[in-house]
């Protein structure tokens, strides 16, 4: 199975694909996660990457899909896999398109996280960070058992460069103007299955898990 989990930023796409990923045993894909892991790293990509993001612009289609394309080869034989934070624009999407049909495959369905940007504002300014293993937290919906501290690991939590308000602001901005028009482009594909993205994780998660059911059917 191949399926894409998308929304705006905040909207709870990283927390449900984990949780997805654990499910199904499918990989999960995270541009954003394997984008932030080179700029720790100090690589040529995370040197390159990390003008966009500390502006909250995206990274050139080129080198996200060179990303991907490599993370797909190494994910082809698995159980499927799950795509986080990508495409986030229509040259993204019709290179993935290209990229599945040159080994006869194909999307299954895009999960689109619908929440209003009152809720964005705040899951984003809670969400924390494990430095170490990426963790996942919000200071109020899901708060680590020791303030600042990860649960696995023990290690400081941080808070993302790109989550200050100002930044967020053209992370939403880009959203409406590059990535919301991808709706279109997979409803027209009859691949689009809106979740409604209010409520608890777990709330979510049991929307999320019926698509999932009922597509199976
Ligand atoms: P990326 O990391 O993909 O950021 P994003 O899309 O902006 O999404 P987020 O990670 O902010 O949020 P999310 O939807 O995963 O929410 P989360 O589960 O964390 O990309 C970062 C940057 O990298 C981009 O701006 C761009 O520069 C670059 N980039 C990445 N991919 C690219 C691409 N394809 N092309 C070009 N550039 C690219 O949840 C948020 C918070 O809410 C957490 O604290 C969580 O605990 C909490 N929470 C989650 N669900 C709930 C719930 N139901 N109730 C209450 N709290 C909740």
Redesign the pocket.
């Known amino acids: 199975m191949i399926l894409i989990i998308f ?11 984990i949780l997805i990923s654990e499910n199904y045993n499918m990989i999960h894909i ?4 394997i ?2 892991s080179a700029v720790k790293e100090g690589t040529g990509l995370g040197e390159l ?1 990390k003008s ?2 500390d502006n ?4 050139p ?1 080129d080198v ?1 899909i060179g990303i991907i394309k490599d993370e797909i080869k190494k994910s082809i034989s698995g159980n499927g896999f799950l795509l ?6 229509i040259p ?1 999407a019709e290179a993935l398109d290209r990229m599945l049909n040159s080994e006869q495959l194909k999307v299954n369905d895009v999960l689109s ?1 619908e929440v209003t940007d009152e809720e964005i504002i705040k ?2 300014s ?3 960070v494990c430095e170490k293993c990426g963790a ?3 200071n109020s ?2 708060p680590s058992r020791e303030k600042g501290m990860c649960d696995n690991c023990g290690e400081n939590l941080y808070q993302r460069d ?2 200050k308000e100002d930044v967020v602001r053209t ?1 939403l901005q ?1 959203y409406r103007e590059q990535t919301e028009p991808l709706k279109q482009y997979y409803e027209n594909a009859d691949l689009l299955s809106e979740v409604d ?5 777990e ?2 998660s049991d929307r999320i898990e019926k698509v999932l059911k009922s597509m199976a059917k």
């Open positions: 929304g705006p930023p905040g909207a709870g796409k990283g927390t449900q694909a995270s541009t954003g996660n984008l932030r990457a966009y993001m909250g612009e995206l990274v289609d996200v986080d934070g990508f495409p986030r624009t993204q996280i899951r984003i809670g969400r924390r996942m937290y919000h919906f899901d790109d989550d992370r880009v993205g209010l409520g608890t994780i709330e979510v």
